[in-house]
Antibody
Framework: EVQLVESGGGLVQPGRSLRLSCTSS????????MSWVRQAPGKGLEWVGL??????????EYAASVKGRFSISRDESKNIAYLQMNSLKTEDTGVYFC??????????????WGQGSLVTVSS | QSVLSQPPSASGTPGQRVTISCSGS????????VYWYQQLPGTAPKLLIY???QRPSGVPDRFSGFKSGTSASLTISGLRSEDEADYYC???????????FGGGTKLTVL
């Protein structure tokens, strides 16, 4: 079955770190870029960042709100994408979704979503 | 404040046609493709439309997308109760070098 499963969420104090994992199955992980998107309670979707596939240099892009605090990496041998979150703030609270990003006509877009992992930043 | 603008709500009765708009700028929708996502209550978003007007396999042809200039729209024909969900437009923003989403439109089927 083609799916993405996030893990690693939980309650964390402000200023601390947390790492989320996104385990993929049912497709060739190396053929796709991967992104993270979050959703604060009762709010809309906010893109966090992405990591391109190795063939495109494995480079990353981040939203301004997380740049310098969050980093995305990928392990091709395990088919896992990671979101390392440092210096967490209360406003980082929300459900974090990982997405598989397909490339078409030069554009990257999320064509598959995981079920999400809840991160709560609170003292 | 989202980069792409959508109406916060929309509604319709079963069988009706509803259109949700999405407004952007020359650095996103104006030069890039538009995507639409459906988020049913308590679930993860699902791709509804890609490349402005293409439907992934499994998405009913009641859903259609359109783009002109810096605006786009999603039309749902033959509205059904199961279409009640939040709908988001999305695209790439060249200046921000990142993906941007609309604020979302909550569709209510009366």
């Amino acid at each position: 079955e083609v799916q993405l499963v996030e893990s690693g969420g939980g309650l964390v104090q402000p200023g601390r770190s947390l790492r989320l994992s996104c385990t993929s199955s049912g497709f060739n992980f190396g053929d796709y870029a991967m992104s993270w998107v979050r959703q604060a309670p009762g709010k809309g979707l906010e893109w966090v960042g992405l990591i391109r596939r190795k063939a495109y240099g494995g480079t990353t892009e981040y939203a301004a709100s997380v740049k310098g605090r969050f980093s995305i990496s990928r392990d091709e041998s395990k088919n896992i994408a990671y979101l390392q979150m440092n210096s967490l703030k209360t406003e980082d609270t929300g459900v974090y979704f990982c997405t598989r990003d397909a490339r078409l006509f030069g554009d990257l877009y999320a064509d598959l979503w995981g079920q999400g992992s809840l991160v709560t930043v609170s003292s | 404040q989202s980069v792409l603008s959508q109406p916060p709500s929309a509604s319709g009765t079963p069988g009706q046609r509803v259109t949700i708009s999405c407004s952007g700028s020359g650095s996103n929708i104006g030069i890039k493709y538009v995507y639409w996502y459906q988020q049913l209550p308590g679930t993860a978003p699902k791709l509804l439309i890609y490349s402005n007007n293409q439907r992934p396999s499994g998405v009913p042809d009641r859903f259609s997308g359109f783009k002109s200039g810096t605006s786009a729209s999603l039309t749902i024909s033959g509205l059904r109760s199961e279409d009640e969900a939040d709908y988001y437009c999305a695209g790439w923003n060249d200046i921000l070098s990142g993906r941007v989403f609309g604020g979302g439109t909550k569709l209510t089927v009366l």
